[in-house]
Each structure stands twice: as structure tokens, then as C-alpha cells.
């Protein structure tokens, strides 16, 4: 399993990231799949989740309304639309699949 995450960076306070998480090494089409994210010096915080076929979305209550998960069973692709950001939502950014986890993209808000 593979799991290449992309499309953090600096961003001012109320901008919009798009992250991306490139996945291989199982059947991506049959897996749910999900975001996650750790602050500095806190514990990590479950972003979203979006079912196999993508009929099924749930998220955290921190990032609901502004974030927007998608997938793109084509491209073994799953993607993180993060809109009205906050200097709260900085944090290191994970894609999971299973019991599997990339190694991250940071993502900070800051003016």
C-alpha cells in the first residue's frame, strides 16, 4: 500500500487548499478512504471519510461546512477541498486507506 499525499503549503486565513492523495498497491475502487490530521503538539483529529463509491461522506465537526472530500476511482485519487481556512487547521494532513496512512502534507494558515 501506497499512499503519497500532495498540496499542502502556506495559505493567509480564509483561503482554499486542494489536497490530493495518490494511492496504490489495492484496489482503491473497493476502499474507503479518509483524512486525518495532528496540530503541533496535539493529538490526531479525524478530517473526513468518503465510502468506495462515494455515496457516503461523513466529516469532523471542525472542518464541516468548509472542507470537501472527494475521490476519483480513475485516477486512485482522493482529494481534500479545504475552503475558509483557519490558523486552526494548521496541521500535518494524512490520507488513510485501511489500517495504512501516508506520511503527510503540512498545511499552515497564517497572515
Known amino acids: 500500500v501506497r499512499l503519497v499525499e500532495s498540496g499542502g503549503g502556506l495559505v493567509q486565513p480564509g483561503g482554499s487548499l486542494r489536497l490530493s492523495c495518490a494511492a496504490s498497491g489495492f484496489s482503491f475502487k473497493y476502499t474507503l478512504m479518509k483524512w486525518s490530521r495532528q496540530a503541533p503538539g496535539k493529538e490526531r483529529e479525524w478530517v473526513a471519510t468518503i465510502s468506495s463509491a462515494g455515496d457516503t461522506i461523513l466529516y469532523g465537526d471542525s472542518v464541516k461546512g468548509r472542507f470537501i472530500i472527494s475521490r476519483s476511482n480513475n485516477n486512485n485519487t482522493v482529494y481534500l477541498q479545504m475552503n475558509s481556512l483557519k490558523p486552526e487547521d494548521t496541521a500535518v494532513y494524512y490520507c488513510?486507506?485501511?489500517?495504512?496512512w501516508g506520511k503527510g502534507t503540512l498545511v499552515t494558515v497564517s497572515s
Open positions: 488513510g486507506a485501511m489500517e495504512h
